[in-house]
T-cell receptor, first 117, second 114 residues
Framework: EPEVTQTPSHQVTQMGQEVILRCVPI?????FYWYRQILGQKVEFLVS????????KSEIFDDQFSVERPDGSNFTLKIRSTKLEDSAMYFC???????????????FGPGTRLTVL | SQELEQSPQSLIVQEGKNLTINCTSS?????LYWYKQKYGEGLIFLMM?????EEKSHEKITAKLDEKKQQSSLHITASQPSHAGIYLC??????????????FGSGTQLTVLP
């Protein structure tokens, strides 16, 4: 069964460093998402991506964050200068599309645990 | 903004017992998702409900969406230790017909005692 994959599973970085989190969405999906979950808190939406551009972003997704789909299969989240409060589990999700919008079923990857020291 | 309240926050049941988890929205839901999460791991898609009164079942798990589309329940029959985990409900927020983000509840931690 197709699934969303994410690498690495765990990333440890020093404050101020750049990190890139990688995701391979399900192959026939056209909508891509990043969410994050700070330990013990709710899963929060960061950004959605469709047709090679950001569709929607939350207030969490500030100028330190960027997303890219460089090669038609990978979907990446970059944090330019990490802060302690960026420590969280980051989930990638992908969804199918129907006329007028996504089919609404979003499938999540296993997550990347980011630890900022 | 859309708020989702889940209850209870945690639940401990004996193996074999039935249980229900509730999810209540502050606004009419466009779509309601149920996911299961093991602590520190990814979200496993369980079911999605869209129509008022809709009910879906998978193995021993049944999810319902009320007619007003503001409340959903997840019912597990004859619970097993494999059902243990965190159950999350998520609401579909349409945005001008484009890619839709999900808003999640706080989750219900389910423990099943053997």
């Amino acid at each position: 069964e197709p699934e969303v994959t994410q690498t690495p599973s765990h990333q440890v970085t020093q404050m101020g460093q750049e990190v890139i989190l990688r995701c391979v969405p399900i192959s026939n999906h056209l909508y891509f998402y990043w969410y994050r979950q700070i330990l013990g808190q709710k899963v929060e939406f960061l950004v959605s991506f469709y047709n090679n551009e950001i569709s929607e972003k939350s207030e969490i997704f500030d100028d330190q964050f960027s997303v890219e789909r460089p090669d038609g299969s990978n979907f990446t989240l970059k944090i330019r200068s990490t802060k302690l409060e960026d420590s969280a589990m980051y989930f990638c999700a992908s969804g199918t599309a129907t006329l007028g919008g996504p089919k609404n079923e979003q499938f999540f990857g296993p997550g990347t645990r980011l630890t900022v020291l | 903004s859309q708020e989702l309240e889940q209850s209870p926050q945690s639940l401990i049941v004996q193996e074999g017992k039935n249980l229900t988890i509730n999810c209540t929205s502050s606004k009419t839901l466009y779509g309601l998702y149920w996911y299961k999460q093991k602590y520190g791991e990814g979200l496993i898609f369980l079911m999605m409900l869209q129509k008022g009164g809709e009910e879906k079942s998978h193995e021993k798990i049944t999810a319902k969406l009320d007619e007003k589309k503001q409340q959903s329940s997840l019912h597990i029959t004859a619970s097993q230790p494999s059902h243990a985990g965190i159950y999350l409900c998520g609401a579909d927020i349409p945005y001008l017909g484009s890619a839709r983000q999900l808003t999640f509840g706080s989750g219900t931690q389910l423990t099943v005692l053997p």
